[in-house]
């Protein structure tokens, strides 16, 4: 078994009388891809949010390869080597591809303002890499020649895979995905996918993905966890969490598994009888 | 043409002659004539008229205008010529009742300018260019004809065969620059940008000595405002915080200048150039502490904060209670210029050198910073402070940097401009200072260097040069104000994001994966 890369234990996130997280625990461990999927207002992103550090859960721990990550201030969790990207993305839409990922490199790096001014010697070996560095990225996620666009020109899908490119920049070892195929079409799916699986494979990059395509989720997750009104309900392998009454209840209402099972009767004896 | 068609080109005539008469209340139309006049080569002594044809030359351009504009607004040649003959005659019968109004008002010897204080009788006769009952007549010609002439013009300058011009004119004269610089030796060639430097700095050496007291005090004006828009623009244009306030730094400057290098009120005599320090401290100081507490407000919450801060030191500043220390509204004078090795330093032109100086410092340190790993940052953090957050930036850090850089660079203009007045009170950091100095850096064009040079030269370096226009200022602010909307959105010199990708000579080292991204197995 591999090392557990995130651990969270027992977090709760509470907005006044809404209680979005519920003693959720989740051990995810190293290398692998780990999907929360669950219902519209489950909960995934706010539990997003509570690993990045925008919010402060009320109870719990996360665990960071074992060091208390909660409450820390978002930038400090970042350079520690937790990259997100957004539901709805978030570039620096006017400047350009490479200077988007420039910014990812930020935390790699140590210069500061006076050494600017000066150009001291470790400002000039800096901006060096901080630029060979961010070409590799460009043409590592597949943007060569979109580097000098401005990030809002560029086709929804490009943006998306910017994003990624941006949140690579400082090395993570976690990887955050909220929705990365929302919004594109089947092929740029399946690219994203592919991409996605080569990030953990190549990079050994620990990805933790909120989905609703669930081809992708069923495809590429090493392990599911379902999220709904903010307590976990379910988790395991693909076919796990597929065949679990609570989670076709969750998706399809009451009485959803039931349904669930007579439509795929019938799904199968439409196929015999073709 | 039917009655609806008639009615919308006469409305268009109208607009035009309801412009004309807005601008004759406001006596726009002397002061304009006046600047002709002027152009021509004829002065005008302050507080008189201009002569005659040059208010003619000014209406047969306003109509010139008019036809020209309306006319562009159909296709059909034969409707354009219908159409802004409609307008003319609308707008010259507008007018000209104006002008018998006018003229009645003349001759029954009213004093207009109880009412309208820059509209004497004078002028107004001007206006009817001195042809008393037959002046509106008159105007109503000068519309009638010029306006068609407008209209034809534009219809001949838009065929198809004129319309070419301006391209060929463009290829032509870029040509001709391409084959100049073709047959420049290499050297020259290579070494064009150092040269152009060399050339520029010669100029900046040589023209203070040359152009009197009058341009050197405008320059350093503009110099000034230049300074402060590129501090500003640190603020505003690469951290993307928007401080109204930024008139309290330069007074930080200003006043440290003038507290510690005048006889009175405290008799501290430090020298110019440790003033100068203590006031570039005393900035960053009043920024930090500014910013410490502001740093988690934003958009209005953080503009309306700065705008109190700036009227508060102000206003401070003004209060019986510090005028022991202060000097109250009476200001402080006598401030000291500086000495560089114990020589005096400050004549006219020799404050125009340090002002300059300052200057190509601002710009260095600016430029420097723009492009490093602290300029992205602050990018970063003005486009989307969220997830500049989450990339690993330390948003209020980085914030509260920009914040004391401007500042530091107001303090620094404060200095100068308190010791080469030698003069400072609390009406010299007014709320407008601090207005002047946004309006040039959005005017110019956020971000850019030239376009803040341009914007401080036309926002503060015009009104010195049409004197003519001073009364006219705020009008002719807003008309830029609006042509800026419409023809030049971004500025008058927008900034372009750097184009990186091709320059940057890809790594040497072998494969497409990032950096040492195995590092961590």
């Known amino acids: 078994m591999n090392e557990i890369a995130i651990k969270v234990d027992q977090v709760s996130k509470i907005f006044g009388g809404l209680t979005a997280v519920n003693q959720v625990n989740l051990e995810i461990p190293q290398k692998t891809i780990y999907s929360i999927i669950g219902p519209n207002g489950a909960g995934k ?3 997003f949010n509570c690993i990045s550090g925008f919010y402060v859960p009320e109870k719990g721990k996360i665990l960071y390869f074992g060091q208390e990550i909660q409450g820390l201030s978002t930038d400090l969790i970042a350079s520690v080597g937790i990259s997100r990207t957004y539901q709805n993305i978030r570039l620096f839409s006017n400047l350009t591809a490479l200077e988007n990922i420039m910014i990812g490199l930020h935390p790699k790096f140590r210069s500061n303002w006076v050494d600017a001014i000066v150009h001291s010697p470790r400002y000039l ?11 590799r990225l460009l043409n590592f996620v597949g943007l060569a020649g979109y580097g000098d666009y401005l990030a809002f020109n560029l086709p929804y899908g490009v943006q998306r895979r910017l994003e990624i490119g941006r949140a690579l920049a400082n090395q993570p070892r976690i990887l955050l995905l909220d929705e990365p195929t929302a919004g594109m079409n089947m092929q740029e799916t399946q690219s994203t996918t592919e991409f996605i699986k080569k990030l953990r494979d190549d990079l050994g990059i620990t990805i933790i993905l909120i989905e609703h395509d669930m081809q992708v989720v069923m495809g590429i997750s090493d392990r599911i966890s379902v999220l709904d009104y903010g307590t976990k309900i ?30 795929q009767k019938q799904r199968r004896s439409n196929v015999k009888s073709h | 043409m039917n009655r609806q068609e008639f009615q919308k080109f006469s409305q268009h005539g109208l607009v035009f002659a309801i412009i004309m008469i807005f601008l004759v209340l406001v006596d726009f139309q002397t002061m304009f004539a006046t600047v002709i006049s002027k152009i021509l080569g004829t002065n005008v002594l302050r507080g008189g008229l201009p002569e005659v044809q040059y208010m003619v030359i000014f209406l047969v351009l306003y109509s010139l205008w008019m036809g020209w504009f309306i006319s562009r607004k159909e296709e059909n040649k034969s409707r354009r010529i219908i159409m802004t003959l409609v307008a003319s005659l609308t707008a010259g019968v507008v007018v000209g009742l104006f002008g018998l109004i006018l003229n009645s008002l003349i001759q029954s010897g009213t004093d207009v300018r109880r009412y309208l204080a820059a509209l004497s009788p004078e002028s107004m ?21 010029s306006g068609l002439l407008g209209g034809v013009l534009s219809i001949i300058l838009q065929s198809p065969s004129v319309g070419k011009w301006p391209k060929t004119i463009k290829t032509g004269i870029s040509s001709t620059w391409q084959k100049f610089t073709g047959s420049l030796p ?11 430097y060399l050339v ?15 341009n050197n005090f405008v320059t350093g004006l503009v110099g000034l405002y230049i300074i402060l828009g590129i501090g500003l623009n640190i603020i505003v244009g690469l951290s993307g915080q928007l401080v109204l306030g930024f008139a309290a730094f330069f007074a930080m400057g200003a006043y440290s200048m003038a507290l510690l290098n005048a006889p009175l009120p405290h008799g501290l005599m430090w020298g110019f150039w440790p003033a100068l320090l203590v006031g570039v401290l005393m900035a960053v100081v009043a920024a930090i502490l500014l910013g410490l507490p502001m740093m988690r407000l934003r958009g209005d919450y953080l503009a309306i904060v700065t705008l109190g801060f700036g009227e508060i030191i102000r206003i401070l500043l003004k209060s019986d209670l510090l005028s022991d220390f202060s000097g109250g509204p009476r200001g402080i004078q006598d401030i000291k210029g500086p000495t560089i090795f114990g020589l005096p330093f400050n004549n006219d032109v020799q404050f125009t050198y340090l002002i300059i100086a300052g200057v190509i410092l601002a710009i260095f340190v600016y430029n420097r910073l723009e492009n490093s790993r602290t300029g992205r940052a602050w990018l970063a953090i003005k486009e989307d402070a969220i997830a500049a957050r989450a990339t690993g930036i330390n948003v209020q850090r980085n914030k509260l940097l920009a914040l004391c850089i401007g500042a530091a660079f107001a303090g620094l203009a404060g200095a100068f401009f308190a010791a080469r007045n030698q003069f400072t009170g609390p009406n010299d950091h007014t709320l407008m200072v601090s207005i002047n100095i946004l309006s040039i850096v959005i005017v110019g064009g956020m971000n850019s260097i030239p376009g803040i040079i341009l914007g401080a030269f036309t926002l503060k370096g015009l009104p010195e040069i049409l004197r003519e226009m001073e009364n006219y200022r705020l009008l002719v602010f807003g008309g830029l104000l609006v042509f800026m909307m419409i023809a030049r959105p971004e500025g008058l010199w927008p900034a372009k994001r750097p184009q990186l990708e091709k320059k940057i000579k890809p790594d040497t080292r072998d494969g497409d994966t990032p950096g040492k991204g195995d590092k961590n197995e």
Not at chain 1, 125 to 135: C, L, M
Not at chain 2, 132 to 138: F, I, K, N, Q, T
């Open chain 1, 45 to 47: 992103t706010t539990l």
């Open chain 2, 125 to 145: 006769k001007l206006f009817l260019l001195n042809l008393d009952g037959l002046g509106p007549l008159a105007l109503l010609g000068v519309f009638t004809v």
């Open chain 2, 200 to 214: 520029l700095g010669i100029v900046i050496i040589v023209l203070p000595t040359r152009w009197g007291s009058y």
């Open chain 1, 125 to 135: 070996r800096e901006d060096k890499e901080t630029k060979q560095e961010a070409i």
């Open chain 2, 186 to 196: 290499p050297f020259i060639r290579k070494n064009a940008k150092y040269l152009a």
């Open chain 1, 234 to 263: 379910a988790e395991g392998n693909a076919a796990e969490v597929q065949s679990n009454p609570k989670v076709i209840e969750a998706y399809l209402g009451p009485g959803g598994a039931a349904l669930a099972e007579k439509f």
